[in-house]
């Protein structure tokens, strides 16, 4: 069960358990709201970002995963998703071969988006990035 933090105003806040159903709620959520904000358009992209993030936090580290949109101010604007995890551990980008698996979650973060990185929180980390708002 996810636990909604808050969709109200210009913030959707969510917290997911550490299982691998929270993957799947996590995109629908991300989807659901960024098509109530009439970005639609970013839906995808963004989904499929934050599962490759919620799917990183769930294999190297323990407890709940947040997750946060901030919507675009201004027509010129990015949205902001970050994702939080009790892992202090910055994430590797790392060099994914053609038979491996898994690997290459960082390299389409940063091939789809205008930014990102990672900042500690007070307990974890947050990975965060934007994604340009189509014109």
């Keep these: ?23 799947r709620t996590a995109r629908s959520a991300v989807r659901g709201q960024l ?52 892992l202090p551990d910055p994430p590797r980008e790392r060099v994914a071969r053609p038979e491996d698996e898994s690997g290459r979650g960082l390299q389409l973060l940063a091939g789809a988006c205008v930014r990102w990185g990672t900042r500690p929180g007070e307990t974890g980390k947050t990975v965060w990035f934007e994604l340009a708002v189509p014109g």
């Design 1 to 23: 069960m996810i636990g909604l933090i808050d969709t109200e105003g210009d913030c959707a806040e969510w917290t997911f358990p550490a299982d691998p159903g929270a993957v």
């Design 35 to 86: 098509r109530d904000w009439d970005l639609g358009a970013l839906a995808d992209i963004a989904a499929l970002l934050v599962s490759e993030l919620v799917t990183n936090a769930l294999r190297h580290a323990t407890g709940p995963v947040g997750v946060r949109l901030v919507r675009p101010v201004g027509p010129d604007g990015v949205l902001l998703v970050e994702v939080s995890d009790p």
